[in-house]
Nanobody, 124 residues
Framework: QVQLVESGGGLVQAGGSLSLSCAAS????????MGWFRQAPGKEREFVAA??????YYADSVKGRFTISRDNAQNTVNLQMNSLKPEDTAVYYC???????????????????WGQGTQVTVSS
């Protein structure tokens, strides 16, 4: 059974930094894309970032501020978030595709596995 466990959320002031981590278990994910979505209150889930062999993708809203990385040996994916803004406040979800991603990395439909989410709150 595939399980994704996020950690690292919390409360930070605007301009600060947070690092999220996600540990995946239950199968091998070396060919899968791993990434992050987020959902703010009253809004739809939105793509943040994803990575797989040969490609790394970011939403325009986080480009230059967030950095995604992964460790295939450990089956982990991390999200370093710098220069945080109040509009980054959301529940952040770790996501993984079943196989290699060939479609749109920003589409929720591409990701078969989702974590429970971790809250990130940025105060102004």
């Amino acid at each position: 059974q595939v399980q994704l466990v996020e950690s690292g959320g919390g409360l930070v002031q605007a301009g600060g930094s947070l690092s999220l981590s996600c540990a995946a278990s239950g199968r091998t994910f070396s060919r899968s894309a791993m990434g992050w979505f987020r959902q703010a209150p009253g809004k739809e889930r939105e793509f943040v970032a994803a990575t797989q062999r040969g490609g790394t993708y970011y939403a325009d809203s986080v480009k230059g501020r967030f950095t995604i990385s992964r460790d295939n040996a450990q089956n982990t994916v991390n999200l370093q978030m710098n220069s945080l803004k109040p509009e980054d406040t959301a529940v952040y979800y770790c996501v993984v595709t079943r196989e290699r991603l060939w479609g749109d990395p920003s589409s929720v439909n591409e990701y078969a596995y989702w974590g429970q989410g971790t809250q990130v709150t940025v105060s102004s």
